[in-house]
């Protein structure tokens, strides 16, 4: 809710906003969205102590400490044109049986790619994409 609402976004980062406004919002939204009374407590908590401006940030560390704890690997992957999901688990399946560990995307599109894939694992990256493959013989050609 706080990627896809900017007014949310604005309400969460605004310092003149008052507690008591802060946490009736927060426990209104809570309610109707059936949030665990301990992501609610911990949510309050950071509105008395006026830190709730870090939560976006808080809680993508703790998203990061969970998947590096489980093992999992995160990897960028950005292609020419959109993969069906059945293409992203055979994808995501052979490659997390070729690392040994499980994987999770951070899928985009980028149609100036022309065709192909750019993928990042860790320090990993894989580019074979149209766009790099040009680029490797225009330098080629200013080389000669």
């Known amino acids: ?3 896809t609402s900017e007014d949310f976004k604005n309400f969460i980062k605004n310092p003149t906003q008052s507690q008591s406004n802060q946490l009736d919002i927060l426990n209104k939204i809570s309610l109707k ?12 908590i950071l509105v008395i102590k ?3 401006f870090f939560v976006n940030q808080i809680f993508s560390t703790f998203k990061s400490l969970a998947s590096k704890q489980r093992g999992e690997l995160k990897a960028s992957l950005v292609s020419s044109k959109k993969l069906t999901n059945e293409e992203l688990e055979v994808l995501n399946k052979d490659l997390s049986k070729t690392i040994g560990t499980s994987i999770s995307f951070d899928y985009k599109v980028d149609e100036n790619l022309i ?8 320090s990993l990256m894989i580019d074979t994409s149209i766009k790099n493959k040009l680029k490797k013989y225009e330098q080629i050609m200013l080389e000669v």
């Open 1 to 3: 809710m706080y990627d």
């Open 115 to 122: 065709g192909g894939l750019k993928m990042q694992v860790g």
């Open 33 to 44: 969205m059936n949030i665990s009374k301990i992501i609610v407590n911990f949510l309050n």
């Open 50 to 52: 006026r830190r709730i």
